[in-house]
């Protein structure tokens, strides 16, 4: 009873304080032709985040949120309880840099508080046996998809928003990285891939619907992608190959004016706000294009906005190691599992990719010993592009054996 009446305390007082404290509103943002709907706290589900952390009664929301934990049992409801914390001190991080940008080190704070948090979630979400086949375990599945696809976006724009602020933009890498760890374990949940690509993929659509949205959320999927397991990273192939042409649809439906805005490299920086993830996402959108002048365009951008961000230093020598030692990693990965496989037409053409690959790899060295530091970054991107690409072959080639596999079954 007195930790229930201690409870009923907190949480009087919580919402009392919240509820007289004030908050300026922020300006609406300028939309463009090719912009994106920035995330919003009524898209996060929470209309005021009440007390924030700049606020010296924060610590009692901290100690509500502890009994809220210390009073909930069922494995679903716990997982659920730390997804809407999380959420709500994502909320708190979006408020916080709309009445205080200034306060880069609070923001800072809350956002390793909050990593803390989707570590707690993560453990959580070990502890669920069941699959979606449970309505209460579909339920919290759908709200964790919503949540971290929108919890990635806006981690992104907050990156783009403190661009020179690198201990608060690191802090961000690490949320997005630990959101993409808890969607890793969700493909588990169900059946089949496919059953987890098209939740993810019809969650990311609700969220990516104007401008050049369908080309962004290939990079939202990348983010998510690069945890997974091989065998669930074959059905987002798919599922990103879908937004590139409804992209490719969008620009066949309006007049060349408005198709050179969604072209423009003004627009298309906004895909990524870090230089290295915005040339992958951009050979990974390129290797799917069938329009081959929005392919012409789209190289063009390309090509001027890496000169601007070397000439800004955004792109420099450390970046460039890093993509080919990225590079490398998938080499050799594309090497192994080549080795897997006895299908002769996938082989040559696996092969053939991974020796594009290492010729781009090798004049990447070369460019960058040369101090070429533009020409070192195309060549490694085109690395890991070629790289990448022998992978997909012999994920066809896999799948194209079971498809084999399963015919005489079928048939029966």
């Known amino acids: ?23 300026a509103q922020a300006a609406p943002a300028t939309s463009t032709p090719a912009s994106v709907s920035e995330i919003t706290l009524q898209d996060l589900g929470v ?3 009440g007390i924030l952390p700049t606020s010296p009664f924060y610590f009692l ?5 502890g009994i809220q934990r210390f009073f909930t049992f069922d494995p679903v409801k716990k997982a659920e309880l730390e997804l809407d914390i999380t959420n709500q001190q994502a909320a708190e991080i979006k408020k916080m840099k709309e009445i205080s940008p200034e306060r880069a080190d609070a923001i800072t704070k809350a956002a390793e508080n909050y990593q803390n948090n989707v570590e707690k979630l993560k453990v959580r979400l070990e502890t669920i046996k069941e699959t979606s086949q449970n309505p209460n375990v579909d339920k919290l599945i759908e709200n964790l998809v919503d949540k971290s696809v929108k919890h990635q976006q806006l981690f992104e724009e907050l990156k783009k928003d403190f661009q020179d602020n690198a201990d608060l933009r690191a802090t961000l890498d690490k949320n997005q990285e630990a959101v993409s760890e808890n969607i890793a374990k969700i493909p588990e949940k169900f059946e089949s891939s496919k059953e987890f690509s098209e939740r993810l993929k019809k969650n990311i659509e609700s969220q990516f619907k104007n401008g050049i949205g369908e080309l962004k959320a290939v990079g939202i999927i ?9 065998q669930d990273k074959n059905e987002l192939e798919s599922v990103k190959d879908d937004f590139v042409k409804k992209f490719e649809e969008k620009l066949g439906k309006i007049n060349k004016s408005e198709r050179e805005k969604f072209l423009s490299p003004e627009s298309l920086e906004n895909l990524s706000s870090d230089p290295i993830d915005r040339a992958k996402i951009f050979e990974d959108i390129k290797d799917r294009l069938e329009d ?3 392919e012409e365009k789209f190289g063009e951008a390309k090509g001027k906005i890496l000169e601007k961000n070397i000439e800004s230093g955004n792109v420099n020598r450390d970046g460039v190691e890093n993509m080919i030692n990225d590079a490398k990693d998938l080499i050799d990965e594309a090497q192994i ?6 299908d002769e037409k996938y082989v040559a053409k696996a092969n053939n990719a991974i020796e594009q690959a290492n010729f781009h790899l090798l004049k990447a060295e070369e460019s960058l010993s040369a101090d070429q530091i533009q020409a070192a970054f195309e060549h490694a991107i085109q690395a890991n592009s070629f790289a990448k690409m022998a992978i997909k ?3 066809e080639a896999e799948s194209s054996q079971e498809k084999e596999l399963l015919s005489p079954i079928e048939e029966e």
């Open 1 to 23: 009873m007195q930790k229930t009446s201690i409870f009923s305390l907190l949480v009087a007082l919580i919402l009392t304080l919240s509820v007289n404290q004030g908050f």
């Open 47 to 49: 209309e005021n985040p």
């Open 61 to 65: 929301k901290s100690a509500t949120r």
């Open 222 to 230: 990348n983010k998510f992608e690069s945890k997974l397991a091989e």
């Open 292 to 294: 081959f002048d929005l």
């Open 337 to 342: 599992s080549v080795a897997t496989i006895t």
């Open 393 to 395: 072959n012999v994920q």
